[in-house]
Structure formats: C-alpha cells, structure tokens
C-alpha cells in the first residue's frame, strides 16, 4: 500500500527534490507555505509530514502546533527540517512537540527518505 507524505516548504526545488527521492514508496503532496500544508494534511490524512522550519507567514512551530490540535493530524510523524542548525530552544520546542528526527537540507536526499521509512514503518 502507498503511503502519503506532505512535503511543507518554501523553496520549489528543494520541493521538487524531495517529492523525487520519495516518489517510488510514497504519494507526495507538497504546499510552499503552512497554511497550504494544512490544507494539505486536513484533506488526505498523511502518514508523514516533512516540515520546513522557516516558512514565510505560519511558521514550522505554528504548522506543528496546529497539526498537534487537530485529532486527525496529532498522531501524524513529522520530519523536520531547516537550511540552518536547529539547536537549544528551538530543538527543545520540536521535541516537546512530537518530533524525534531533524535533519538540515544540507544532508543527502537518501537521508530524508530513510528517516521518512523509519518514521512510518517502511523499513528499508
């Protein structure tokens, strides 16, 4: 059975990217902005959110937050992940809010699909 992914972040390529390496395994919806993943994520019910931190308008928190509250999102695995370090409060805030894995977009696109198996049970 395909799996659902919502890919959340501002810059098309990267998008784009993304929406490639995990293509084989996963039915990839994307949205350049918060809001949009919402929408996103209200309307198909993922197995997995990838979830840029630094988004123009709601930001990576705020989507977290929201995804959170909604009982059909709050059990969702997210994967976070940002251009720069995520470290001290802001690693705290994603961990008290759910999120086990970060990664930077720096990392090897096989690294986001690996996290992405682990996340939802897919193995290798």
Do not use: W, Y
Not at 27 to 52: F, I, M, Y
Not at 83 to 96: H, S, T
Request: net charge negative.
């Amino acid at each position: 059975m395909t799996r659902n992914a919502v890919v959340i972040d501002d810059d098309p390529d990267f998008r784009d990217i993304l929406t490639r390496i995990l293509g084989p395994e996963f039915h990839v919806s994307s949205s350049g902005d918060g809001e949009g993943g919402l929408r996103l994520c209200a309307s198909g019910a993922p197995d997995l959110v990838l979830l840029d931190m630094c988004l123009p308008g709601l930001s990576g928190l705020g989507v977290l937050s929201r995804l959170a509250a909604d009982p059909k999102t709050a059990a969702v695995p997210v994967l976070a992940f940002s251009a720069g370090r995520v470290e001290g409060p802001l690693r705290d805030a994603l961990r008290a809010r759910g999120v086990v894995r970060v990664l930077d977009k720096l990392d090897h696109p096989r690294e986001f699909l690996a996290a992405a198996r682990t996340l939802t049970g897919g193995g290798q």
